[in-house]
């Protein structure tokens, strides 16, 4: 088992990595203070993986609350369900709220951990490598309004996160893909080495070798942890790690929330951020077009929605969180390996970015 | 114009005391950062004080949300149009709202503005006694659930809370009775001078004389800030301020929301903890008395409703949020003037409180 920490002061918190930690139930304990605990998870991944954490934790007295599965139940409805579950269960504030499952469950879970009796404890158990290697650290927590992906939320840190590596061993094909987009994503953004390594174990880590998923996963929270050390709430730095997001939220709420996977819109919103840092001449065609290679290796859409127009990405985009005083900040790449938050470039080069021909640009990149 | 100080560390902030305030412009100003502000408040207030205030704020792009009025909608679907609002408007991070009404408006913005994109400034501008002497102050914010009052919030401290006396002349002098159940509170839990000075003053409270009620709010502001400066997020003394309020909220939650009013529930709830300190020989039955009649003066209930059987009231107060493990904690008085929050009391006696003829106790006080 690795063990890393997320330095935020009193609300500091470890990350366990290790395969079998679902069975963990010793572990666990240390991080729950009452006897009550409340375990959410979804429709998909509580017949695989509830009846095991249930037994880990026969000690204390437990709720089960089975959300429906996807992106589209992240709204208020579903998190009333756990509402409803913990106030007729009479939990506590001294309860512990356990997420298992991946990110919507993870952000839904602690946005309800966060709100209940004004605050309640919680613990990530994520079950998706992108709930792994992204959404799991940080305390980002929230729900969708149909106007804005993530509008209604709470920055609010568990006291855990366990990351059972083996509970990969289950999961579709296509969310280990989505999963690969923000591991990425930290290669792009602050660990150009670490493209390099992905460009040699992309394979294996789609094949679900076991060494190299539980490298990408420690390399990727290490680098979160220390990103959100740095800036818990997001006044600077954290933003970077939202490159590609800006493009991909508005895909993913264009599209309707869950008909792309978020990991699928950040695929197709990196490349356009990639394909915008190029026309500033701040990275190279070459550059560019490795990012997009590795991407696509990674199994991910690498060209945004067709229907999409210039102004549907306009409209999404304005009500985007890194607006400020009406000025649209967005996340790109000053080198492969540096991020920089930016609002100040040519109108021109994001029009430009939005009505880039992508695929044929993918297309004259061949198969290499 | 008062100034006190609320001591959080970084998040600290002024609560400004004084005639004409909501005209302050520059005043409210200092607490804004961004360009826009959203002003919240109900179909009561907004008639009254929403173009004053909005004429104060000339400089700033402003969005109205007009909420109805009463604790009955202090609830998700009332809170959804605060964040259709401000996502219609494109307010981004750096917004602020502002709850001009109040305790129930307060507690909608001021929970809206901790979860919109995760957190938002917002500036408490309180209309009514009880949400100056009380709600206002120490970030409680939060919605009801069908099955408990505030059991969804955060704890979320404003920029500023901008008390305007003058509003309390359109105040309807059932509002101000219920205000009044939140001032002797404060008396009673940790101030007994404060008592004597109450009891000179009732009448005048009750007459809106503005520097009675000015001293009052004063003396109840200074008081909030202490406890709360002390223990932010209640794991000690600050549960303190919940004297008669959870018998109160299970009075609230029973009758249904807004048929009592929060102030009047907490009148009655007041007396029944009044009856348990003098049932555990805390305190004697001239003090109960005493506080009785001070609560009757200020034109308070203060016999529960017939209707609610001791049944009721353990059912409502088994999801209070001083519930830990299982066990309930009351806040009771040692003395006038001192109060603690216990589990260790006999059963008995809240048997005994819950079963007392509050009817015929008051009847036997006479007129005096």
Not at 58 to 68: E, G, N, R, S
Not at 73 to 84: M, Y
Not at 127 to 136: A, G
Not at 213 to 224: D, P, V
């Amino acid at each position: 088992m690795q063990t890393l920490q997320v330095d935020l002061g009193t609300r500091s918190y470890p990350i366990y990595i290790g395969r079998g930690l679902l069975d963990d139930g010793a572990l666990l304990a240390r991080h729950i203070v009452g006897r009550q605990v409340a375990i959410v998870s979804n429709e998909t991944v509580a017949p695989l993986y509830l009846q095991r954490l249930s037994a880990a934790l026969a000690d204390f007295k437990q709720t089960h609350i089975v959300l429906p599965d996807g992106e589209a139940h992240k709204n208020w409805e579903t998190l009333q369900l756990i509402f409803d579950g913990l106030l007729q269960a009479r939990h506590d504030r001294r309860t512990t709220v356990i997420a298992l499952g991946g990110g919507v469950i993870g952000d839904m879970a602690g946005f309800a951990a966060a709100c209940y009796q004004r605050g309640v404890n919680f613990i990530q158990v994520p079950t998706t490598l992108l709930s792994q290697v992204d959404s799991s650290v940080g305390g980002k927590t929230g729900i969708n309004h149909p106007l804005g992906k993530n509008m209604i939320g709470a920055f609010y840190q568990p006291q855990a996160v366990l990351i059972d590596t083996a509970s990969l061993a289950t999961l579709p094909a296509r969310e280990l893909s989505a999963g690969l987009a923000e591991v990425i994503k930290y290669g792009l953004i602050c660990d150009e080495p670490f493209l390099g390594w992905l460009e040699t174990n992309i394979d294996a880590l789609r094949q679900l070798d076991d060494a190299a998923l539980s490298e990408a996963i420690e390399r990727s929270c290490a680098a979160k942890a220390r990103v959100v050390g740095a800036d818990e709430r997001e006044s600077g730095i954290r933003a970077t790690l939202n490159l590609g997001h800006t493009f991909g939220h508005a895909i993913e709420t264009h599209m309707g929330y869950g008909v792309w996977l978020h990991g699928e819109a950040v695929g197709a919103g990196t490349v356009m951020a990639l394909e915008m840092s190029r026309r500033l001449g701040w990275i190279a065609e070459a550059e560019r077009d490795r990012g997009i290679r590795l991407l696509r290796r990674a199994g991910l859409p690498v060209v945004p929605p067709q229907e999409m127009t210039p102004e549907h990405f306009l409209e999404h985009m304005a009500v985007d969180k890194k607006v400020l005083d009406g000025q649209l900040r967005l996340v790109l790449l000053q080198r492969l390996g540096e991020a920089v938050v930016t609002a100040d470039y040519p109108r021109e080069a994001l029009q430009a970015t939005l009505t880039t021909d992508y695929a044929g640009l993918v297309d004259s990149l061949g198969d290499a």
